[in-house]
């Protein structure tokens, strides 16, 4: 079993935004009021909370104040007949070290069934381009056990983050896994 070690991303400007499109039968749209049950059951599908209440606990902490921002920054992927399968926030923070507020790729989610099936470009490419209004820079924070995401992060221009010597370990394991020199 891989070590699952946190670790940061950074791309210092959203400029040159890959594009893909989602495929046929897909589409997208923003937050509306109500879908935090639906981030809560899309954030639940990936393992990210043990239930859905745990996930709408979380939910309302975190973006509960903000569902306004949530209006233009978290995008759902729709399948053919209107079910949210995929959500994403172009979010918002400071990463650690530093004072400026950057755009923040947030809690990336494909429900498992949906996985595999040419999804995740189109989205991260939607929602870089949504951080781009807004910011000038964007980052994002993951671990060493999504190695795949990781690996797209690394094609869409993100490098990685390095404030310690654990952030050393994480990315000398990633090229590891993923077959690749990045340090």
């Not at 381009?129 to 995401?149: E, F, I, M, P, R």
Request: hydrophobic share 40%; with cysteine.
């Amino acid at each position: 079993m891989l070590k699952r070690i946190p670790l940061k991303m950074k791309r210092a400007n959203l400029l040159q935004i890959p594009k893909f499109s989602l495929p046929e039968g897909f589409s997208v749209r923003f937050f509306k009021a109500g879908d935090e049950n639906t981030w809560a059951r899309i954030e639940t599908a990936v393992d990210e909370f043990s239930d859905e209440a745990a996930a709408l606990s979380h939910f309302e902490k975190e973006f509960g104040p903000f569902r306004e921002d949530m209006t233009r920054r978290c995008l759902f992927i729709e399948n053919a007949e209107g079910e949210a399968i995929g959500t994403t926030s172009a979010w918002y923070g400071t990463l650690e070290g530093e004072k400026e507020v950057s755009g923040r790729i947030h809690w990336v989610g494909i429900v498992p069934a949906y996985q595999g099936k040419k999804l995740s470009k189109p989205l991260l490419s939607l929602a870089m381009d949504v951080l781009a209004k807004y910011h000038q820079t964007a980052y994002l924070t993951s671990q060493t056990t999504s190695y795949q995401a990781i690996n797209l992060y690394l094609n869409y221009g993100f490098d990685p983050y390095i404030t310690n010597e654990t952030d050393i370990e994480a990315w000398r394991l990633m090229e590891e896994v993923l077959g690749r020199k990045i340090l």
